[in-house]
């Protein structure tokens, strides 16, 4: 059966150029109506323009689809409201969130500034909050709503040059695993997507060849899943060049030690243990370590817990 959006109403945010613009152009394609936001701002996030945003409207206009074209910074909060309340004006309803807007301000932790750190957590972590925040009444009154947050291979297993990007990546990851548990009874579902593109972003960072292999259009089928009626929840899809695969984040079964062995010591005897990767399973909320490890203590000590 086809996936459509017949009817639905998504805002892409940076989807003037790179993955953003193949996402909303393939959101339009099957049916749903689109605000198209960019900054147009360079790579590393200063300046801004509205033409990449218009451009892209015109060629789902020129297509026969239905797109707006809107220049908030996803940073700015009272920016993104406004952008929230033009689709709200336009077509009374927000279905779809896809926040992909980002920058880069690579350097090494040593010589990296608290200033570009703290931009970077701005545009990524707190565009993609003040994004989903914007929409989060609406899709609860609608009783609808799919949300994908990007976050990206340096942030679950980081990269060189990355410690801004990374812990704002993986910040997202964050916020969808509580919003995951918060929207389930609005029938809100909020997943991630982990891309791997060549874009301007990563322009140069690999060899010809393989920038080719990675095309935008390669990745956005993962977003269309994601934002699809029967989309899964909390779920982090990896996509690139024509792959697909989940990342989970995995805790070991780990073992209880009595109360002399509760000791660094103790941990360094155990080691291979407590890492052992022989029953290692995603969790599915905090409480459920909690429970593990409670279980595992009484267990140890021989008393019942009700
Ligand atoms: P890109 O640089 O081609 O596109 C990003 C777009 O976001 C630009 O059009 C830019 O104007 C816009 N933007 C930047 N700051 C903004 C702001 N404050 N408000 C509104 N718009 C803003 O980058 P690309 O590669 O398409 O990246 C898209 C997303 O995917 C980003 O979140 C990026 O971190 C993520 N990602 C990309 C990877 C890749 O291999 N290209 C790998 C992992 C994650």
Redesign the pocket.
């Known amino acids: 059966m086809t996936i459509r959006y017949d009817g639905k109403v998504a805002i892409v ?9 193949s996402h909303a152009l393939a959101l339009a394609a099957r049916g749903a109506r689109v605000v198209i ?5 360079a ?1 590393d ?1 200063t300046g801004g323009s509205s033409e ?1 945003a218009q451009a892209v409207v015109a060629e789902i206009e020129a297509a026969g689809g239905e797109a707006i074209a809107n220049g ?4 700015k909060f009272d920016e993104v409201e406004a952008m929230v309340q033009q689709a709200m004006d336009a077509w009374g309803r927000v279905d779809i969130l896809v ?6 301000r690579d350097k090494s932790f040593g010589k990296g500034s608290m200033e570009d750190f703290r931009l970077v957590l701005d ?2 972590l707190l ?1 993609t909050v003040y994004c989903t925040k914007a929409v989060w009444d609406i899709m609860k009154a609608q009783e609808y709503g799919r949300i994908v947050v ?5 942030g679950l297993y980081g990269n060189f040059g990355q410690a801004n ?1 990374g812990s704002a ?1 993986m910040g997202v990851i964050g916020m969808m695993n509580t919003l995951a548990q918060e929207g389930a009874k609005y029938n809100i579902r909020i997943n991630a ?10 322009e140069g960072l690999m060899p010809e060849k393989a920038f080719e292999l ?1 095309t ?1 259009e390669t990745v956005t089928p993962a977003v269309l899943y994601l934002v699809s009626e029967d989309s899964p929840a909390r779920t982090i899809l990896a996509a ?1 060049a024509g792959s697909y695969a989940v990342a989970k984040i995995v805790e070991t079964e780990g073992r209880w030690l009595p109360e002399a062995e509760q000791t660094p010591e103790g941990i360094a005897a155990h080691w291979d243990e407590i890492t052992a990767t022989a029953g290692e399973r995603a969790l599915n909320a905090g409480f459920e370590q909690t429970a593990k490890m409670l279980t595992q203590a009484a267990e140890g000590l021989g008393i019942k817990l009700d």
Not at 13 to 21: D, I, K, P, V
Not at 150 to 154: I, Q
Not at 193 to 202: S, V
């Open positions: 945010t940076g989807a003037g150029q790179g993955l953003g613009r936001n960019d900054l147009g701002g790579k996030g990449a908030a910074n996803v940073a926040n992909n807007a980002g920058i880069l545009v990524h565009g990007t976050t990206s291979s340096s990007y990546k997507l982990a891309p791997t593109a060549g874009t301007r972003m990563t990675l935008p690139g």
